[in-house]
Every structure is written in structure tokens, then in C-alpha cells.
């Protein structure tokens, strides 16, 4: 990486609950390093490459990846550039984020398909891509099905739950479309946590779960924990306006992320992602999917 100085300081770095994070000083700069002792496969470089594919876009500041380690059975470790804490504290330029944001989401899939060539994490659980040309499939079998299966596993989703979950998951076509979908290059966990302020306001995006989807799963995780301002959203509108139908398939979307957090978290999220249920499975449904 260029940087031959010895270190100066170590700092520990508090925010992550997966990995151990550290500030390196040396007398030339400093970097951001994350490592763990028990790794989960892949974690790193599938890291890596969603800061890459954000990079190359030039739409909107990401660090910069300057090495990362892999082999079994030792630490694995991801070294970035660093962000310097105090610029954190600058107010982040939402409406530069909302426009930035928008300008990303018109990277399209080169394929004309929805996925990734690779699986990656969103959280510590893993996140199943690869390529579908049809967006209902993709987001049922590669995005709700596999959360939902690990919560049964877990016994977090049971009895009427459970059967409302199969019955939203079989029933998408009801407020997807594939046809009107095209793949945009999203980066999968944006919430407020994921995105810091760079020395001139400018949003910094980290902790990519990068695919090509409805660019809808940004905005719609976006307004699930809060966050983001008046700002944010107008600016995003103003570069690249969302469907009118949007609200509509906004609390869709937010189910895979409610059930990734049931499963990384535990029951307190049962409450929102029954909430959600209730609204879209139709109570004269109910004897019908009950059965």
C-alpha cells in the first residue's frame, strides 16, 4: 500500500457488532482495519467487491480498499482507507446523498438481469445472489425464501406467522412487477448507519450488500430505522422520481430486512414484521391460506 512507516497508535473503534474494528496510525496516514478470529467464508472479499463495484460507478465516495487477507482456519482482515472521525461530526449533505443515491441507481445490470455473480452478507448472515431475469423469482427465492427458512429453523416464525409469510411470498405479483423492474445497482443495507460524511459533507457509503434490483430497496430500507431528511428525499425525487406506486411495495421490501434482524436478533422484531403482515394478507384470506 505504499506506507512504510512503523505504527504510531492503535485505536479501537467502537460501532461494529461483527467484526473487531481499529484505527491504525503510522506516521503517514491512517487506515481502518476489521478482522476476525472465527471468520465467516467469503466476508472480506465479498466486502471488498461491493466497494469496488460502487467505486467504479463514480457516483457517490466509498474508501478505499487497500488489502485484505483470507485463508482457512487464520484471521481474516479487510484494511481501508480512513475516515477521519471529526468530519463525522460536519453535517452530512443529505440532498448531495439523495442525488448521489439516484445517480447510482441508474447503473444498470449489464446483463439485463437481477442478482450478482456472487453470494455476499447482509449482516453476518449470508446474502444468496447470482442471476435471475425475472425480479418476483429473485426477490421470492433469493431474498424472503431463504430468510424465512432460517427463522423457521430458528423457531422465530411459526403457525399464523409462518402462513402469512408463505402467502405474501406466493403472492408477489400482486404488488411486484418483473416487466417494469429493471436492474439498478443498489447497495443493499442502506441505513443511516452505513453511510458517514466525508471531509467537504459528502456522503461516504461503507458496509455494502451490492446487487442489481429494484433500486425501491434502498429508499423503502431507508424509511424503516430513519435517519434521512426532508433533503434526502427531495433530492433523490428531483434527480430520478419514484413511481407513485411506490408506498405500496415499500413495507415488501422492508420484510427482508425485518426477518433478516429476527434472525440476527432475536423475536423483538416479530412485532413490525407481523404488523406488516397483517396489512397484506386479507383477513378474507385468512380461512382460505389457513387450511
Known sequence: MGDTGEVARVNPVSGGCINQVVQIESRQNSYLLKWNHRPLSGMFAAEAA????LKTTKSIRVPEV??????S???????LEWIEPEQQKVRLD?????SQLASLHRQLSPQGMFGLDHDNYIGSNRQFNGWKADWIEFFRDKRLQPQIEMAVQQ???TGNRLTKLRYVANNLNIWLSSEKTIPSLVHGDLWAGNIISGTQCEPVL???AVYFGDREVDLAFTELFGGFSVDFY??????????DSYPKRRDIYNLYH??????????????QIDSILERYTPKSSWPMIFE
Do not use: C, M, R
Not at 425485518?258 to 412485532?271: I, K, T
Open 50 to 53: 461491493g466497494l469496488h463495484l
Open 66 to 71: 487497500l488489502s485484505i487477507g483470507e485463508n
Open 73 to 79: 482456519g487464520g484471521i481474516n482482515y479487510i484494511l
Open 94 to 98: 443529505q440532498a448531495l446523498l439523495g
Open 155 to 157: 423457531g422465530l416464525v
Open 206 to 208: 461503507i458496509d455494502p
Open 234 to 243: 427531495k433530492a433523490y425525487q428531483e434527480t430520478w422520481p419514484l413511481e
Open 258 to 271: 425485518l426477518l433478516n434482524h429476527l434472525n440476527l436478533f432475536g423475536s423483538s422484531y416479530g412485532y
